[in-house]
């Protein structure tokens, strides 16, 4: 059955699609988690937490910080950003190859030279992702759809992942951002386990650690260091965003790409069986 509908439902039910083949190729990877900080292995929700957050990584990650470098599901390629030359000035409207500079960027982000020079916020990112039609084209890696560096990624991976349930943040270490989540699982007696998951969307890594309950409000506003981070979060849970996020419509035609991504990757994973 092809699924069609507004994003979150679409992302939701995608999820419980794929799920039996999915939890083929993490299943090793639940049990030793579930090992580690002893929590409940046959808790649903426990493993829901855990799959659904890996699976939404595997949709979405990239894999490296090489301009056109793409990797997981959905092979969104990654760009820098802000250096001079900007290799985003080289990409193109895929519909009659007008080159981004040559376009005015949208009237809520006004402020920037060009399309090709905007900070790329999740209700865009998002909504590209979700069109019929691959709107970009760039001369060394052919058309794609929606395309962003860590910031951008992390913004909208964030934003999305609210949506579904989870509480989490961006984080700056360095000159390099991730997405943080605050994850409560449940022990064999039913006590809390507090676990963060460190979710790196460009280079394809998830790392866990265990939280302190009595430190959360202080967790989720602290950010690390960086110039533009407060403003990375502030997009991720912006309500204007939210909003324009919830509107975004996944067409037939949509669905159908990614679904056959989702099994091509399904398929071609050495874990599957």
Same mark, same amino acid.
Request: aromatic share 20%; net charge negative.
């Given at each position: 059955m092809c699924l069609i509908g507004v994003i979150i439902q679409f992302f939701d039910e995608l999820y419980i699609k794929y799920i039996i083949d999915y939890q083929k190729i993490r299943n090793d990877q639940y049990l030793n988690f579930c090992e580690k900080y002893q929590i409940d292995k046959n808790n649903e929700l426990n493993q829901d937490k855990f799959l659904k957050l890996y699976f939404l990584h595997d949709l979405f990650t990239g894999s490296g910080v090489t301009d056109c470098s793409s990797g997981g599901v959905l092979k969104i390629p990654y760009f820098w950003h802000w250096l001079n030359p900007n290799p985003r000035h080289l990409i193109l409207r895929n519909s009659d190859r007008v080159n981004l500079t040559k376009i005015q960027p949208p009237t809520k982000i006004s402020r920037y030279n060009s399309f090709a020079d905007i900070d790329r916020i999740p209700s865009l990112f998002l909504s590209d992702l979700c069109k019929d039609d691959a709107d970009y084209f760039h001369p060394d890696c052919g058309e794609f759809y929606t395309f962003g560096w860590c910031s951008e990624r992390e913004m909208s991976f964030c934003l999305l992942l609210s949506l579904l349930g !989870?509480?989490?943040?961006?984080?700056?270490?360095?000159?390099? %951002? #991730? #997405?943080?989540?605050?994850?409560?699982?449940?022990?064999k007696d039913n006590k809390l386990v507090i676990i963060i998951a460190d979710v790196d969307n460009t280079f394809d890594t998830i790392y866990w650690e265990k939280g302190n309950s009595n430190e959360k409000s202080i967790w989720l506003d602290d950010f690390g260091n960086g110039e533009q981070i407060?403003? !990375?979060?502030?997009?991720?849970? #912006?309500? %204007?965003?939210i909003k324009l996020v919830k509107k975004i419509i996944i067409s037939e035609i949509a669905t159908l790409r990614i679904e056959n991504l989702i099994e091509d990757f399904l398929k071609n994973t050495d874990y599957y069986e």
């Open positions: !989870y509480e989490g943040k961006i984080y700056q270490q360095g000159i390099h %951002v #991730s #997405s943080k989540f605050w994850i409560e699982f449940n022990d407060e403003w !990375y979060n502030r997009k991720a849970r #912006s309500e %204007v965003e």
